[in-house]
């Protein structure tokens, strides 16, 4: 099968009476009749870059062809303007109104979701209301803990008093717009109340939930909550791995992730 690596091009998107151009990047095998397309969703700052190798060996271990993009206020897509702030239908507003768009336009068909973090909750999201081959969520958030919120804070500390935004924007046009999109949001009064879990049970198609025994942004419960909610899903939780198993432990994520879309290669 032979591989992919297209240069990375722009899809624009009419969206909430405006444009938007969200840059997209094909990794992997060649797109084929057969072969599911895996669409990698980032986390809340994340971008196609800060996913670095990982989409890349992984549809190519797999045989699989893969769609990667950075979304709106991320990477090189367009940014957020200053004075706009996120509610906490965020990732909502992301499951139902621009993957739809840009699936549409750029012609995916019940993809494989990739999501870490909130690219998981919004694979989650999507797959309650729309039609996916299965979900692969890496550190999903149904719900907010303590944990998150201190994390969250820690992190705006850390982007107000370190390097952390000349880092980011090494991946990012605009680094403000991708941290305080986030950011923002998460930590905002009205965000403490969001919660998704109910939302999570009309989702039909295979689901496996991984979470790291250590991650520093949820606990276990919020896996455990979708095999409460989806009794069909499977559960992986990882020891020695913090929120990012695809940089923690990257290996068996791919090993198992694998298997799991191989052996539902026939549909649910």
Known sequence: MSAVLRARELARLPWRGREIQLEYQWVGAARSATSPVVVFLHEGLGSISMWREFPREFCLAHGLPGFVFSRYGYGNSSPKPRDERWG???MQRQADEVLPALFAAVGIERPWLFGHSDGGTIALLYAARHAAAGVIAVAPHLFVEEISVKSIELARGTFESSDLRARLA?????PDSAFRGWND????????DWNIERDTETIACPVLAVQGEDDEYGTLE????????????????????GHSPHRDQPALLSAAAGRFIAGHAGGR
């Open 88 to 90: 906490p239908d965020f």
């Open 222 to 241: 919020q896996i455990r909550a979708i095999a409460r909610r989806v009794p069909h899903a499977v559960l992986l939780e990882i020891p020695d791995c």
């Open 185 to 192: 949001a998460w930590l905002s009064p009205e965000f403490r």
């Open 170 to 174: 090494k991946h990012h046009a605009d």
